[in-house]
């Protein structure tokens, strides 16, 4: 098991740094409280963590909008903060693995000042600049991701900047070739660092179309709330100029891990492409993050993103959709949470949990008084936004749940997650806590799950049924997702492993995990 890379079947836990732990009473995480907690996520058992954005920034997008790449904003702490978490980390054996934001910049950034400052100088064409139409309108149709359009008049260049998301969030030209050696520099610089993978966000928003085409419209009905889904993604995304620059970076990172995040495209033949043989070493899109629950769904994509050669990563919350507790209709309800975790952890591939949802936490809406979230403010109230995820993480039941000494926390701690803080379930051991940590136990103890074949044997909207088969050892993995009791037939079921049935019947909200005799 020793000879595999490490990040094949693994058990990375997403950190969202400004929420897990303060350290300084100032209301928000920082790298010293994430320092202080490794012990947890160690005991939990994954196997690497994932850091949100640390990086200088003026948080128009809570640090997704980098104005530098290769230091700490002072918020989070310093880079002797960063280095000693990297060593607490490899310490209590648990690989670290950074957030990457390499589409797009501040307008912060020193690069962005110079290259919007004129039309000539070395950072001239670092971004993508293009002229207004003879009526003075934008270069093309394209849409911003958080509303209105993807084009920004610039009163000193007297053109337009493309931002595929935020006004303040400029779309780094990545096929300016200098621009593609200034991000593998700083690819090395925390490689260099020490730390052992990269999470490439938004990854298929790299390369844009040199002609700027038009993007078609997509002929959706009835309409979203956000115009962004009118139109088909042809041209500002996902484009194949990009393969050649994965390839670029994979040959940087050596050995290192680089995951790649394919947003707001449900193609998983995406996820295929980006990781083929290579090019990166796994990616994951919102295909279980943004769909219902669905048995035959799940079935058909992580099918399909198993094939060619190609390894993907699988998370059912992140910080930029609701908590999949609320989602699948799960909350408060214990054995629904632990049929959760437990189809995360049988699936073929790499996982991502997301902080909390060990817990079983459920979406917290917030007062619009207290968002944060652009794409939230901008469409208010017909979007829940993504704030209800980045609550602060419970630690206790007591004063700001323990994320923090002071009241006042960047987002309000949410109340109905005190019952479900680590504290409480610590102190029981039928907990979600307690059973996630031992599902990922489980895990880790078996090749099959961990890289083992992936093989439907049944497949309905709410019975998930297949098999894992790695050297001579094979498990059936079953799902009930009814609100009824489904009957499960399967030969030559051998000893139960985790999950409980009676009577070849599996439960509303139950699943097992056994072993098939030869």
């Not at 995040?261 to 449900?266: A, G, P």
């Not at 610590?426 to 031992?438: G, T, Y």
Request: glycine share 6%; proline share 7%; net charge negative.
């Amino acid at each position: 098991m020793a000879s595999k890379e490490w990040w094949r079947g693994a058990c990375i836990y997403e950190v969202y740094l400004r929420s897990f732990q303060d350290s300084n009473g100032d209301g928000e995480g920082d790298l010293p409280g994430l320092l202080r907690r490794l012990p947890y996520l160690a005991r939990l058992g994954v196997d690497a963590i994932w850091i949100t954005p640390f990086f200088p920034s003026p948080m128009h997008d809570s640090g997704y909008d980098v104005s530098d790449y290769i230091s700490v904003d002072p918020r989070f702490g310093t880079l002797e903060d960063f280095d000693a978490v990297v060593a607490g980390a490899h310490a209590l054996n648990l690989k670290v693995v950074i957030d990457q934001v390499y589409s797009h910049s501040s307008n912060h950034h020193p690069w962005f000042v110079e290259s919007s400052s004129g039309r000539e100088g070395p950072f001239a064409d670092w971004y993508v600049w293009a002229d207004a139409q003879a009526d003075g309108s934008p270069p093309n149709n394209w849409l911003a991701r958080f509303g209105g359009i993807a084009w920004e008049w610039s009163p000193q260049r007297r053109q337009y900047y493309l931002h595929n998301f935020l006004i303040e969030q400029p779309d780094l030209n990545l096929n300016n070739p200098a621009v593609q050696d200034a991000i593998i520099d700083i690819m090395k610089f925390w490689l260099d660092r020490g730390v052992d993978g990269l999470r490439l966000d938004v990854a298929n928003f790299y390369t844009h179309d040199p002609a700027l085409r038009d993007n078609p419209p997509s002929g959706l009905d009835p309409l979203p709330a956000n115009p962004y889904y009118l139109q088909q993604r042809l041209y500002d995304r996902s484009r194949p100029e990009t393969l050649p620059y994965l390839e670029a970076m994979r040959e940087a990172a050596g050995n290192k891990l680089l995951l790649a995040e394919i947003s707001c495209d449900w193609q998983v033949e995406r996820m295929v492409e980006y990781t083929q043989p290579g090019r990166l070493h796994t990616a994951y899109s919102f295909e279980l993050l943004c769909k219902d629950l669905d048995g035959a769904h799940v079935a058909k994509v992580v099918t399909q993103a198993n094939e060619n050669e190609s390894w993907p990563t699988w998370a059912l919350s992140n910080h930029d959709v609701v908590r999949v507790a609320s989602r699948w209709n799960a909350e408060g309800d214990r054995q629904r949470v632990t049929q959760l975790h437990a189809l995360l952890l049988s699936l073929r591939g790499t996982v991502s949990l997301y902080q909390g949802e060990e817990l079983g936490l459920p979406h917290a809406a917030i007062p619009r008084e207290d968002l944060h979230d652009p794409e939230a403010i901008r469409f208010w109230p017909h979007d829940r936004g993504r704030d209800g995820a980045r609550r602060p993480f419970p630690w206790t039941d007591g004063p700001s749940l323990g994320f923090s000494d002071s009241e006042t926390t960047w987002l309000p701690a949410a109340s109905n997650h005190a019952s479900l803080a680590v504290s409480r379930q610590e102190a029981d051991e039928d907990s979600a806590l307690h059973r996630c940590r031992a599902l990922i136990a489980l895990r880790r103890e078996q090749p099959a799950l961990l890289w083992g074949d992936f093989r439907v044997l049944e497949a309905t909207p709410d019975l998930l049924v297949f098999q894992r088969q790695y050297g001579n050892s094979t498990l059936c993995c079953a799902f009930n997702f009814a609100a009824s009791a489904q009957a499960l037939k399967i030969e030559a079921l051998g000893p139960l492993l985790a999950g409980a049935m009676e009577q070849d019947m599996l439960p509303p909200g139950g699943f097992i995990i056994a072993e098939v005799s030869a």
